[in-house]
């Protein structure tokens, strides 16, 4: 089993990069590959709107190509997702917002390439917003009918300068117990996989409440 971790701090071995390492560390204790990917700093294009990907349903935007694609390959390939902003402005950075508005664009519109995935998010964070910043990753994960592991407590890490997550205790034990129960989440889907069918998918309603 695998997890595809995204970092979309503007900094490689920032916070985030932490808050990502002490999860995935959990995960590969327990036998779960993982692989993360810095996107943080690179020229993430944001979506245009255009509905390529609604068109063509290939798992591909229509865009230039940025490294998206690739990334939305390894995400097809692997069982989970792990998503690690810093907090900007009490949200997600905009390289995160970037990416995953595309991602889950072109994941919904080919077939639901992130349902039933197992998925997570993290966000490091100076002093506040990090709920928001978690809360408004997460709804992606929930639209895309993805699987979410809790931990004890929301997860989010407070520090400054780069490394200073690892001070805070409380925010660790929070990203470890999250990191157990995503790979215990993992290993009981992957189990159950064949006595247990997974729902059918809906041919989804499309209104805009005015009819
Ligand atoms: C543009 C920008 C906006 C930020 N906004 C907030 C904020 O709203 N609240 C906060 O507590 N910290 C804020 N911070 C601080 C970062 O969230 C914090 O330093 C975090 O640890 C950075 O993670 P990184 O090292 O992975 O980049 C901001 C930092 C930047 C660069």
């Not at 994941?107 to 639901?112: A, E, F, P, Q, T």
């Not at 994960?141 to 004890?152: D, F, G, K, R």
């Not at 064949?194 to 005015?210: E, G, W, Y």
Request: neutral net charge; hydrophobic residues 40%; proline residues 5%.
């Amino acid at each position: 089993m695998k997890v595809v971790a995204f970092n979309a701090s503007p900094h490689p071995q920032g916070n985030t990069a932490h808050a990502l390492r002490i999860v995935t560390d959990v995960l590969e204790r327990n036998g779960i590959e993982t692989e993360t990917i810095h996107i943080g700093g690179q020229d993430i294009h944001p979506c245009m709107g255009c509905n390529g990907c609604a068109r063509s349903r290939d798992g591909r935007c229509v865009l230039p190509d940025d490294g998206l694609n690739g990334w939305i390959e390894k995400i097809r390939q692997a069982d989970g997702l792990l998503l690690g902003t810093p907090v900007h402005f009490s949200g997600m950075s905009g390289a995160m917002k970037c990416f995953l508005d595309r991602m889950t664009y072109v994941c919904g519109n080919s077939g639901g390439l992130l349902r039933h995935k197992v998925g997570a998010a993290v966000a490091a964070v100076r002093r506040s917003g990090g709920i928001p910043a978690v809360d408004g990753v997460n709804h992606y994960l929930t639209y895309s009918e993805m699987l979410l592991p809790a931990s004890n407590y929301w997860n989010v890490i407070h520090g400054l300068r780069p490394g200073e997550v690892e001070g805070d205790e409380e925010g660790v034990q929070i990203l470890q117990v999250l990191g157990e129960n995503m790979a215990w989440l993992l290993k009981l889907v992957d189990y159950g996989r064949d006595a247990v069918p997974a729902p059918q998918p809906v041919r989804k309603k499309f209104t805009n409440f005015i009819r």
